[in-house]
């Protein structure tokens, strides 16, 4: 940002460990939140609730969990949207038969469903690698689509394979207007956004980052690799299958089991490279880069003036999305989050060279 | 930190000369017993056994391709040996297992540097720590109480190898960026996090300067002095070996040729046939 550290001195370890150690970040952070809690549900339409706030923030957590196991435990994973499903359908089915549990079990429940179902799928991170792990977790990907489409039990019979929900109650507040479910949603969040920034600095965390960076190394110094990749896959799975659950209840309303076909994990794996690999910040980034350039590409030629047709404008759209996702490959592999990094740092000492 | 068993002697002899060894050195801590290693036909180790000494600084030397860093992988147990034995602390096993070797208190830095490039200095010495970290999962979540708690308590450990090593000034900065000297202190600061009663270097001088060779040096000897840390070195410096070893062991081609102080090794014919080459 554009201020620095200077004369703020730690003189504690506490204090030199806290999430944001310097203070003008703290307050800027903590304005966000104010913002988005208070002023936002002042100024916005339901239309940008339902059409970008919402999957932003959904997908958001389900990218930071996508984050957890790939950017900073180094396991690939291309089946991440299988995991969403498995929350989304505990979810669904804990509503359905057990109704007087408080949504908010509902959502750790779920999230715990979607944990087992990752860290099974996660065993055959004991003995492969790379391009090798992310086939092998492709099999959850089709294994969930076939269960979920085949096993009538998990949509509870319903004739034409969709299921649909109410809107949720918690503690006697009706979640059903889109400012309610931003509000929700928003809160569930920030909490989860906080769990992964602690869990990424304490010692579960520097397992992770250690078996990412060097994984002889990290089983040298007594770090056991079992441990570090089923956690990063437990965990991981339970963020998307809690971003499951929200996105069936609070997006979709009611879904079939292709909503969570293997697009949306390519979508969450775009998020995490365009934001930044191993970055909560970068989780954010890329979510809302990839739910609003979209709506973007689609909105700007109106704006200007440019009339396209309907069909011409997807396929602009498709070429353009594809065509920066190949300019950030190439040009800052790490993402906008390092693009956020190097900017700040230069803001540090910018106007002086030195 | 530990009191330097040095203290003991009498101020005059400390300055001049270290002590002499056979005060020093004590039972045998590790040995390893018939070890043959083999890589799919190709033979690494055959036949080797020796005996580590506790608090001893013993070097490993050898040409290209003698099979000391396999030794030392054997020992620590990323490669499990086709034959032989490993004692180490009145404990026999066929094969080491990594996080065992760490658990019982061996350490290891490595030849080609394995720092984990994606954290700072601080993060990679307090990976060093993990093992001895406890707090659960949700405790850690939340960092409620314990988990800060363990958290601080580490870190303080950490500090103090920080300080020892003269790396303060680096703290928070990525491994990435540090100059290679650096990151050698910052590979043997990690091993000396699990706090370890045998230290494994595989060339701790490699491709260092002089001056970063005496630093490298007087951190090993002080490592030696003050915690009492038995060193198992490899290294090509013949100078720096003959300097700080108390025992030397040579292997060549996988076999042990040699085995005893700097001065019987030098003496060694077979160790001078390998090093310069004879005519058969």
Redesign the interface.
């Given at each position: 940002m554009f201020f620095r550290e200077n004369g703020q001195f730690k003189s504690t370890y506490r204090a030199d460990m806290q999430l944001l150690p310097i203070a003008q970040d703290r307050y800027f952070v903590l304005a966000l939140v104010a913002f988005a809690f208070f002023a936002v549900p002042l100024l916005v339409s339901d239309y940008l609730y339902l059409s970008i706030i919402n999957p932003f923030l959904i997908l958001t957590l389900a990218a930071i969990g996508l984050n957890l196991l790939v950017g900073y435990c180094g396991q690939i994973s291309i089946g991440h949207a299988a995991f969403m499903a498995w929350g989304a359908y505990a979810a669904y089915n804990l509503v359905q038969r057990v109704p007087m549990l408080n949504f908010l079990v509902v959502l750790v429940l779920a999230g715990l469903v979607a944990a087992l179902v990752g860290m099974f799928f996660g065993i055959p991170s004991l003995r492969i690698k790379g391009l090798y792990l992310a086939v092998a977790t492709l099999a959850a990907q089709f294994f969930t689509d076939w269960i979920f489409a085949r096993v009538k039990w998990f949509t509870n019979y319903s004739s034409s394979g969709s299921v649909s929900t109410a809107p949720v109650q918690i503690f006697g507040w009706t979640i059903g207007t889109p400012r309610d479910k931003y509000l929700f949603v928003l809160g569930v969040v920030i909490v989860f956004t906080l769990v992964a920034r602690n869990l990424v600095r304490g010692h579960l965390g520097r397992a992770w980052m250690a078996t990412r960076d060097m994984d002889v190394a990290a089983e040298v110094i007594g770090i056991r690799p079992v441990y570090a990749k089923l956690t990063a896959f437990g965990v991981s799975s339970f963020y998307c299958g809690v971003a499951g659950a929200l996105w069936g209840f609070f997006h979709l309303g009611s879904w079939e089991p292709l909503a969570f076909n293997l697009n949306l994990s390519f979508d969450l794996l775009f998020m995490i490279i365009i934001g930044g690999m191993g970055s909560i910040l970068g989780s954010y980034l890329g979510a809302a880069f990839i739910v609003a350039l979209p709506i973007a590409l689609n909105q700007i030629p109106e704006k200007l003036g440019v009339p396209l047709s309907t069909a011409m404008a997807s396929n602009v759209e498709f070429m353009i999305f594809g065509s920066l996702i190949v300019l950030f490959l190439v040009l800052e592999p790490h993402g906008l989050a390092r693009l956020w990094a190097i900017g700040k740092e230069k803001l540090r000492l910018w106007p002086f060279p030195h | 930190m530990a009191s330097l068993p040095v203290q003991a002697l009498p101020a005059s002899k400390r300055l001049d000369e270290p002590p002499p060894a056979h005060t020093r050195i004590g039972p045998v801590i590790l040995s390893v017993a018939n070890i043959s290693l083999d890589f799919g036909g190709v033979r690494a180790i055959s036949d080797v056994s020796f005996d580590v000494r506790e608090h001893e600084v013993l070097a490993i030397i050898g040409p290209n391709g003698a099979g000391k860093s396999s030794m030392l992988n054997v020992i620590?147990g990323?490669y499990h040996a086709q034959q032989g034995r490993i004692r180490f602390k009145d404990r026999e096993f066929a094969a080491m297992q990594?996080?065992r070797?760490?658990?019982m208190g061996i350490?290891?830095t490595?030849q080609n540097l394995?720092?984990?490039?994606?954290?700072s200095v601080l993060?990679n010495i307090?990976?060093?720590?993990?093992?001895k970290?406890r707090?659960g999962?949700l405790a850690?979540?939340?960092?409620v109480g314990p988990?800060?708690r363990e958290?601080?308590r580490h870190?303080?450990v950490v500090?103090h190898i920080i300080d020892f090593l003269e790396i303060q000034a680096y703290r928070k900065t990525p491994v990435g960026r540090l100059a290679y000297g650096l990151q050698k202190r910052v590979d043997l600061g990690?091993?000396l996090?699990?706090e370890p009663e045998v230290l494994l270097l595989d060339e701790p001088m490699a491709g260092m300067n002089v001056e970063e060779k005496q630093d490298m040096c007087r951190f090993i000897l002080d490592v030696n002095e003050q915690y009492g840390t038995t060193i198992v070195l490899i290294e090509h410096d013949m100078g720096v070996v003959m300097d700080i070893s108390d025992r030397i062991v040579v292997l060549d081609y996988g076999r042990k040729i040699g085995d005893g102080t700097p001065g019987e090794v030098r003496g060694n014919r077979a160790v001078i046939d390998a090093y310069l080459g004879a005519t058969h």
């Open positions: - | 620590n990323v990594p996080h070797a760490a658990a350490a290891r490595f394995a720092l984990f490039k994606g954290m993060d307090m990976t060093g720590r993990n093992m970290m707090t999962i850690q979540a939340l960092r988990a800060e958290e601080m870190r303080e500090e990690r091993a996090a699990l």
